[in-house]
């Protein structure tokens, strides 16, 4: 469902609507809020927010080596834990709560494995400035759930800050992540700039969009992306049994040539 005005844009992805994929012979399977380019569903890419997934496994799955260059390359357990292999050396295992992030720069490859009865993760990429991410070589870190600020905020939020000036780092695209845990019937403001993109997934329970005109309800597993051209301010209020969502803002405009995949 899609509500165009004069200032902005909100679309809403409900599940049946996003891409989809699987991996390892069906063990590992995903939704896409945000498909790669050429992929049918789901939104179309947005500034340095190039691709979004929900990955999911029953069991153990392993998602073969791969190369990756240029761009940076998030996962974020929510249930369970993702294991990383790289040709740099690295091998790591992350928990729930945690990321680990590939800035691949030069060129790297690795592979993902996912552990035990019930695991979920996003994968998440952004594009920095290209001509220099190809310049630097590849680097590999990871955190923990405990390496993240929290923040408790009014009305009944708290914000796990994961990406930008309050998160746990930073990386070369200019873009904010928090996870917002949101209590029986809180609310969270946010003021949205002029020409900028907030694209959030709800992670548990429901929420209420308001903004503008416009009151849009958004489940689990539901997807939404903003776009505006002049600054609108932003509510997201959660039902009774509260709600857990993701939430990434970034400019449309990042200063630095955009590729065309």
Known sequence: ?????????????????????????????????IPFPRESGGAKRTGPLLYWAWASSKGDGVIGMHPHQG???????LKGSVGHTDTAGNNRRVAAGGIQIMQTGSGISHQEEMYGEQTDFFQIWFEPHMSQSLQRPPVYSDYEDSDFPLENLEKGVKAKHIIGPKGATQIQA???????EIGAQGSYSLSLEENSLAAFVVTNGSIQVSLGNDNRVLNRRDFAMIKTESANPLTIRAS?????????????????????L
């Open 1 to 33: 469902m899609k509500t165009n005005e004069k200032s902005y844009t909100l679309d809403i992805y409900p599940p049946s609507e996003q891409g989809a994929g699987s991996f390892d012979g069906g063990k590992i399977t995903e939704i896409k809020p």
């Open 71 to 77: 761009f940076e390359i998030i996962s974020y357990v």
């Open 174 to 180: 200019p873009i904010i992540w928090d996870i917002l």
């Open 240 to 260: 009774e049994e509260g709600a857990e969502l993701t939430l990434i803002t970034a400019p449309i405009d990042p200063g630095y040539p955009l590729i065309q």
